[in-house]
Every structure is written in C-alpha cells, then in structure tokens.
C-alpha cells in the first residue's frame, strides 16, 4: 500500500509529465490538521489545467483518495485552482498567481520533499 507521501510524490510526477512548471511537495503534517502534503505547480494556460485536473482526479480515483474539495479560488479560475485530497492539497496555480500568494514561503516550516527520489511501489 502506497504511503501518503508516496501518492503526493507520484501526483507531482503526473503534473511534471504534463509539462506544469516548477512543482514542489511540501510536507505540512507538523504545522496544521487538515492535510499532509501540498503539491503545489505554476500553469501556464486554463486548457493545461484543465487537462491536469482531469489526471489528477483520474489518479485520485485509481489511488483510494477521495475528493473532498475543488474550487477555484478566483472567479474565471484561471489564476488558482485547489483540489483537495484530504490527506494531499494540489494548487496548480497561474503564475502571477503564484508569485502573489508564494506559498512556498508561507508554508516554509514545512518540509520540502525531493519527489524524484521517493520510493514508488
């Protein structure tokens, strides 16, 4: 059975593979309750988006996660979009977007993980 991290690492493989840009996994368990792992990716056109939703939903399905949230965090939904996972919170973001809020700095007590590296079952 695949650990949480390893579901994180894999989702931020399948966001590289669709060519989204600059992808992080940041362990967050210490620092809240809500949530394990950010994976956190600049977009760069709604349809990759789009497109990036739809795989991760797909794996999210094909990995026992459930979706709990998605929303779209500016009214055209081009800027951000968040898919929450439960125990992972995905931000594929535009980015402006992503330059604006950082949440790589917000969240910087968390712990980065080197998702390349991450033992895949």
Not at 5 to 24: F, H, N, P, Y
Not at 35 to 54: E, M, N, P, W
Not at 87 to 94: D, E, G, I, N, W
Request: net charge negative.
């Amino acid at each position: 059975m695949k650990t949480t991290e390893q579901k994180a690492s894999e989702m931020a493989l399948l966001i590289e593979d669709g060519k989204g840009k600059d992808v992080v996994v940041i362990n967050v368990s210490e620092l809240n309750s809500w949530t394990d792992y950010f994976v956190i990716a600049t977009v760069t056109s709604s349809a990759q988006c789009q497109g990036l939703c739809r795989q991760i939903k797909d794996y999210s399905k094909d990995n026992d996660l459930q979706i709990h949230l998605t929303n779209r965090k500016s009214p055209d939904g081009e800027d951000w979009n968040l898919i929450d996972l439960g125990s992972v919170v995905v931000h594929l973001m535009s980015e402006n977007a992503r330059n604006f809020y950082e949440l790589e700095r917000l969240w910087h007590a968390g712990v980065q993980v080197d998702f390349h590296n991450v033992q895949q079952d």
